[in-house]
C-alpha cells in the first residue's frame, strides 16, 4: 500500500507517462473527494443487497489499538448465501475515543445495525469473553457468544501460571535468549543441526500474550534438544561464553509433561483458527472433549495434574446459559449429529428442542403460504369487478340457464368395495406440522454421519431439497459461528 501522495510524485508521474503517455493520473484532491468516496458507496450498496436477504446475521466485534495509540471498534457482519456460502463484510471500523464501557460499545452496535439495515434481522454478536463485551451484547438486545478461542487462550493462560510451568519457561527462555544472543552458540547449533540430521529450526521465544507461543517454544526446545546439548558442550562455545545455562533431566521431563498435557488445548485452538467454515457447531464436542480429557488419572504426575485442574476449573464456568444452543447447533451438524458427547436423555430432550423448532418453520410457512394465497384471490376478484360493466351483468341475470347437471350421488365400484378399501383414503390424508417434522428429522437422523474433515455447508447445499425444513433451522443455526478478530493474533492459521 502507498499513501495517496504517490499520485504527485514526479518520478510516478514520469513512470506512468513512459508506460501510456494517454493516461492522465488523477490528482489526489479527485481520489480523496471523488474516486474514494464513490467506490465506497459502490462497495457499500452491494454489502446491502448481500446483506438484505439474510434471515440471520452473525455480528463480531472487537476493539483494538494502533501503534499510535488510538483506540478503534471494528464489526464485521457473517451470513450464509443461498448457495450455503460463508460470506464476511467488515462493515465499519470506527474510532472510539470514548471509555469502553459496555453502554459506550452498546450505542455503537446499535448505530451500526441501524446504518445497515440489520434491525430486522436475527442478530447473534461473537465477541471476547470481557465483561463489558457481555454487557453491550445485553443492551444492545443480541445473542451472545463468547468467541470459544479465547475462552481456550484464558484457560491455557491458567495453566501456565502454575509455578512450575513459570519457572520452566523461564528456564527455556534463558537458553533461547543466550543462543539468539550469541553468534558463535548460533553457528553451532547449525552445525549440529546437520550433524544429528535435525530440522534447521531455529529456537523459538515466546510472546507471554500468546498462550501457543509458550507451547511452541517448548516444543521447539525438545525437537533441538540434542543439538543444543551439544552446541552448548562444545569447545568453541565454552571458550567464549563465560556462562553457560542448561536444563537438568528433571526440567527436560517436566517440558515433555507440559507438552504432552497442553497439546489437546493447542490442537483445539489449530481447529478454532479455520477461517472458511462456521465453528459454533464444533464448540459443544470440543468443550466436552477438553473438559473430559483434563480428568485426573492415577498415573499424572503433580505438574500434569495442576495443569488439568487449571484447565478444568476455567472451561468448566463458561458455556453454562449458551449450553442448549450449543448442542442445538451440533445437532444440525451431520458431522456430529449423533451427539455421542452427550447422555441418551439430553441426546433426547435436544431432538425434542429441535422437532419443536422444525414445526414453528413449517407453521410460519404454512401461514405465509395462506396469506399470499389471500392476498391474491382478492386481487382477482378485484380484477374481475373492474373488468365486467354492471348493466352487461344485468343482463346475463336475465338470460334464463340451463339446469345444472345433476351429480351422481352413488358409484357402485364405492358401493361394492369401500368398506374393504376404506383405508387408502386414510394415507392420502394431509399430515399434522409435527408429523412432517417428526419424519424429516427420522430420516435426517438415519443419514451416515459426515466425515470430521467434510464441510457441512456443503452437505447441506447438497441435501437442501430432502429436508427443506430442517435445513433452514441449519442456516440460522451454523450462523452463530465466526471468532472475533483478536483471536487471529492468538490463534495463527498455522
Same mark, same amino acid.
Given at each position: 500500500?502507498?499513501?495517496?501522495?504517490?499520485?504527485?510524485?514526479?518520478?510516478?508521474?514520469?513512470?506512468?507517462?513512459? +508506460?501510456?503517455?494517454?493516461?492522465?493520473?488523477?490528482?489526489?484532491?479527485h481520489i480523496t473527494d471523488i474516486a474514494l468516496p464513490k467506490l465506497y458507496q459502490e462497495v457499500k450498496a452491494t454489502v446491502l443487497d448481500s446483506l438484505s436477504s439474510a434471515e440471520?446475521?452473525?455480528?463480531?466485534?472487537?476493539?483494538?489499538?494502533?501503534?499510535?495509540?488510538? @483506540?478503534?471498534?471494528?464489526?464485521?457482519?457473517?451470513?450464509?448465501?443461498?448457495?450455503?456460502?460463508?460470506? @464476511?463484510?467488515?462493515?465499519?471500523?470506527?474510532?472510539?475515543?470514548?471509555?469502553?464501557?459496555?453502554?459506550?460499545?452498546?450505542?455503537?452496535?446499535?448505530?451500526?445495525?441501524?446504518?445497515?439495515?440489520?434491525?430486522?434481522?436475527?442478530?447473534?454478536?461473537?465477541?471476547?469473553?470481557?465483561?463489558?463485551?457481555?454487557?453491550?451484547?445485553?443492551?444492545?438486545?443480541?445473542?451472545?457468544?463468547?468467541?470459544?478461542?479465547?475462552?481456550?487462550?484464558?484457560?491455557?493462560?491458567?495453566?501456565?501460571?502454575?509455578?512450575?510451568?513459570?519457572?520452566?519457561?523461564?528456564?527455556?527462555?534463558?537458553?533461547?535468549?543466550?543462543?539468539?544472543?550469541?553468534?558463535?552458540?548460533?553457528?553451532?547449533?547449525?552445525?549440529?543441526?546437520? +550433524?544429528?540430521?535435525?530440522?534447521?529450526?531455529?529456537?523459538?521465544?515466546?510472546?507471554?500474550?500468546?498462550?501457543?507461543?509458550?507451547?511452541?517454544?517448548?516444543?521447539?526446545?525438545?525437537?533441538?534438544?540434542?543439538?543444543?546439548?551439544?552446541?552448548?558442550?562444545?569447545?568453541?562455545?565454552?571458550?567464549?561464553?563465560?556462562?553457560?545455562?542448561?536444563?537438568?533431566?528433571?526440567?527436560?521431563?517436566?517440558?515433555?509433561?507440559?507438552?504432552?498435557?497442553?497439546?489437546?488445548?493447542?490442537?483445539?485452538?489449530?481447529?478454532?483458527?479455520?477461517?472458511?467454515?462456521?465453528?459454533?457447531?464444533?464448540?459443544?464436542?470440543?468443550?466436552?472433549?477438553?473438559?473430559?480429557?483434563?480428568?485426573?488419572?492415577?498415573?499424572?504426575?503433580?505438574?500434569?495434574?495442576?495443569?488439568?485442574?487449571?484447565?478444568?476449573?476455567?472451561?468448566?464456568?463458561?458455556?453454562?446459559?449458551?449450553?442448549?444452543?450449543?448442542?442445538?447447533?451440533?445437532?444440525?451438524?451431520?458431522?456430529?449429529?449423533?451427539?455421542?458427547?452427550?447422555?441418551?436423555?439430553?441426546?433426547?430432550?435436544?431432538?425434542?428442542?429441535?422437532?419443536?423448532?422444525?414445526?414453528?418453520?413449517?407453521?410460519?410457512?404454512?401461514?405465509?403460504?395462506?396469506?399470499?394465497?389471500?392476498?391474491?384471490?382478492?386481487?382477482?376478484?378485484?380484477?374481475?369487478?373492474?373488468?365486467?360493466?354492471?348493466?352487461?351483468?344485468?343482463?346475463?341475470?336475465?338470460?334464463?340457464?340451463?339446469?345444472?347437471?345433476?351429480?351422481?350421488?352413488?358409484?357402485? +365400484?364405492?358401493?361394492?368395495?369401500?368398506?374393504?378399501?376404506?383405508?387408502?383414503?386414510?394415507?392420502?390424508?394431509?399430515?399434522?406440522?409435527?408429523?412432517?417434522?417428526?419424519?424429516?428429522?427420522?430420516?435426517?437422523?438415519?443419514?451416515?454421519?459426515?466425515? +470430521?474433515?467434510?464441510?457441512?455447508?456443503?452437505?447441506?447445499?447438497?441435501?437442501?431439497?430432502?429436508?427443506?425444513?430442517?435445513?433452514?433451522?441449519?442456516?440460522?443455526?451454523?450462523?452463530?459461528?465466526?471468532?472475533?478478530?483478536?483471536?487471529?493474533?492468538?490463534?495463527?492459521? @498455522?
Amino acid at each position: 500500500m502507498r499513501p495517496l501522495s504517490v499520485v504527485e510524485n514526479k518520478g510516478f508521474r514520469n513512470m506512468i507517462k513512459t +508506460l501510456e503517455p494517454r493516461y492522465t493520473v488523477p490528482s489526489r484532491q479527485h481520489i480523496t473527494d471523488i474516486a474514494l468516496p464513490k467506490l465506497y458507496q459502490e462497495v457499500k450498496a452491494t454489502v446491502l443487497d448481500s446483506l438484505s436477504s439474510a434471515e440471520t446475521v452473525a455480528l463480531t466485534c472487537d476493539a483494538w489499538t494502533s501503534r499510535a495509540t488510538e @483506540s478503534y471498534v471494528t464489526v464485521t457482519a457473517h451470513h450464509i448465501t443461498d448457495q450455503w456460502n460463508l460470506q @464476511s463484510h467488515v462493515l465499519q471500523t470506527r474510532a472510539m475515543h470514548d471509555s469502553h464501557t459496555g453502554e459506550h460499545i452498546a450505542a455503537l452496535l446499535t448505530d451500526a445495525v441501524a446504518e445497515w439495515g440489520l434491525n430486522t434481522k436475527d442478530l447473534v454478536v461473537v465477541t471476547d469473553n470481557a465483561p463489558n463485551m457481555a454487557l453491550a451484547a445485553r443492551l444492545a438486545g443480541m445473542t451472545h457468544i463468547q468467541c470459544f478461542a479465547h475462552s481456550l487462550n484464558l484457560a491455557s493462560q491458567k495453566a501456565l501460571k502454575i509455578q512450575s510451568v513459570v519457572r520452566l519457561l523461564g528456564r527455556i527462555r534463558r537458553v533461547t535468549a543466550f543462543f539468539r544472543r550469541s553468534t558463535t552458540a548460533s553457528n553451532q547449533l547449525k552445525q549440529k543441526q546437520c +550433524l544429528l540430521q535435525l530440522p534447521a529450526h531455529r529456537l523459538i521465544t515466546d510472546i507471554i500474550t500468546r498462550w501457543n507461543s509458550s507451547y511452541d517454544m517448548i516444543e521447539r526446545f525438545l525437537e533441538q534438544q540434542p543439538a543444543i546439548c551439544a552446541a552448548l558442550l562444545s569447545a568453541e562455545v565454552r571458550k567464549s561464553e563465560k556462562e553457560i545455562f542448561t536444563l537438568s533431566e528433571s526440567d527436560i521431563t517436566c517440558a515433555e509433561e507440559v507438552v504432552r498435557a497442553l497439546k489437546p488445548m493447542k490442537d483445539a485452538t489449530l481447529v478454532m483458527s479455520e477461517e472458511s467454515m462456521p465453528t459454533l457447531s464444533i464448540i459443544a464436542p470440543l468443550h466436552a472433549k477438553l473438559v473430559m480429557g483434563a480428568q485426573e488419572s492415577v498415573d499424572d504426575t503433580p505438574t500434569v495434574r495442576d495443569i488439568k485442574t487449571a484447565i478444568a476449573e476455567d472451561l468448566g464456568k463458561r458455556y453454562v446459559n449458551e449450553r442448549e444452543t450449543l448442542w442445538m447447533t451440533s445437532t444440525v451438524d451431520p458431522r456430529f449429529k449423533d451427539l455421542p458427547f452427550l447422555s441418551e436423555a439430553e441426546t433426547s430432550e435436544t431432538y425434542s428442542r429441535l422437532l419443536d423448532t422444525v414445526v414453528t418453520v413449517i407453521k410460519k410457512e404454512k401461514n405465509q403460504q395462506e396469506n399470499k394465497e389471500t392476498d391474491k384471490q382478492v386481487e382477482e376478484e378485484n380484477a374481475t369487478e373492474e373488468a365486467h360493466h354492471p348493466h352487461i351483468k344485468d343482463s346475463f341475470d336475465s338470460i334464463p340457464r340451463p339446469p345444472l347437471k345433476r351429480q351422481r350421488t352413488s358409484c357402485a +365400484l364405492v358401493d361394492l368395495l369401500g368398506a374393504t378399501f376404506a383405508s387408502t383414503s386414510d394415507n392420502t390424508a394431509p399430515k399434522s406440522e409435527h408429523d412432517v417434522a417428526a419424519a424429516e428429522i427420522k430420516r435426517y437422523r438415519d443419514e451416515t454421519p459426515l466425515p +470430521l474433515t467434510g464441510n457441512p455447508l456443503s452437505w447441506w447445499k447438497d441435501h437442501e431439497q430432502e429436508y427443506p425444513h430442517l435445513s433452514k433451522v441449519a442456516r440460522k443455526s451454523f450462523l452463530l459461528c465466526r471468532r472475533h478478530s483478536k483471536c487471529t493474533e492468538k490463534c495463527p492459521e @498455522s
